[in-house]
């Protein structure tokens, strides 16, 4: 082994000795990751098989009863875990805590765990800029960024534009979101023949995602594919 590669590799356990840090969620070493292993393989998995096009369980894997009836303008979605304790806590974290490493690790996550879909573009879930002073970032864009790194698809995070400041979704019950989100997005862009990829933190109802997902078809993308963190479970 040469001097460089030793040297390199002592740089390389110094830092991460320098940067080791605790567990997000039991404070428990966890070297340079936010989660330690444990807690990382403990967070609880969206179930297999589901719905392709909304991600909800089903009992064979089959499009379940109401995207049949009614069918989302998106045509897939997916996420990697429930939307439960403890993932939920680490979210809020995220958003509302500004953590914002865990945009990042929730990208490789994201990047790691799901199948690759093929996509020209990602386009963040965008935030009214009312919103976004509020928080001072756009959560869906620091976990697309790390998205885009690994899949190597450029993210268009300009096009789309929240453009009506809407009642929080979380705040609403669950039949009322649709209606509140009802023409909140625009487009700027001819979106002609591009398969889009959105992606977002949490997929609630999934009506904001939807909402998006008739904008930018109105605009000209063919193919829209959902992809999330955390999938919620209805009540």
């Known amino acids: 082994m040469s001097i460089l590669t030793q040297t390199a590799g002592l740089v390389r356990r110094s ?6 840090q605790d567990c997000l969620l039991c404070a428990a070493e966890s070297g340079d990751s936010l989660l330690c292993p444990a807690c990382a393989q403990g967070l609880p998995r969206l179930a297999l098989p ?3 096009r909304c991600a909800l369980p089903t009992p064979l894997g089959e499009v379940c009863g109401r995207c049949l009836t009614k069918p989302p303008h998106y045509d897939v979605a997916s996420a990697v875990y429930r939307y439960a304790f403890p993932i939920d806590r680490l979210v809020q974290s995220f958003k509302y805590g500004h953590r914002l490493a865990l945009g990042s690790y929730f990208g490789h996550q994201l990047a790691s765990l799901t199948k690759r879909i093929e996509a020209d573009l990602i386009v963040p879930m965008p935030l009214h800029p009312l919103r ?8 869906a864009l620091e976990i697309a960024r790390a998205l885009s790194a690994a899949w190597r698809i450029p993210i268009d995070a300009t096009s789309c534009r929240r453009t009506r400041h809407t009642i929080a979704q979380a705040d609403l019950p669950w039949r009322e979101r649709a209606r509140n989100v009802r023409g ?3 487009c700027a862009s001819d979106l002609d023949g591009k ?13 904001s995602l939807d909402e998006l997902a008739r904008t930018v078809k109105l605009h000209g993308a063919t193919q829209v594919s959902l992809l999330a963190i955390a999938r919620a479970l209805p009540p």
Do not use: H, I, K, S
Not at 15 to 20: E, P, R
Not at 195 to 207: A, E, H, I, P, S
């Open 195 to 207: 398969r889009l990829l959105l992606v977002d933190d949490v997929m609630t109802t999934g009506t």
């Open 15 to 20: 830092c991460a000795a320098l940067l080791a």
């Open 184 to 186: 909140a997005f625009d």
């Open 132 to 139: 976004l002073r509020e928080r001072g970032f756009n959560q």
């Open 50 to 52: 589901r719905c392709p």
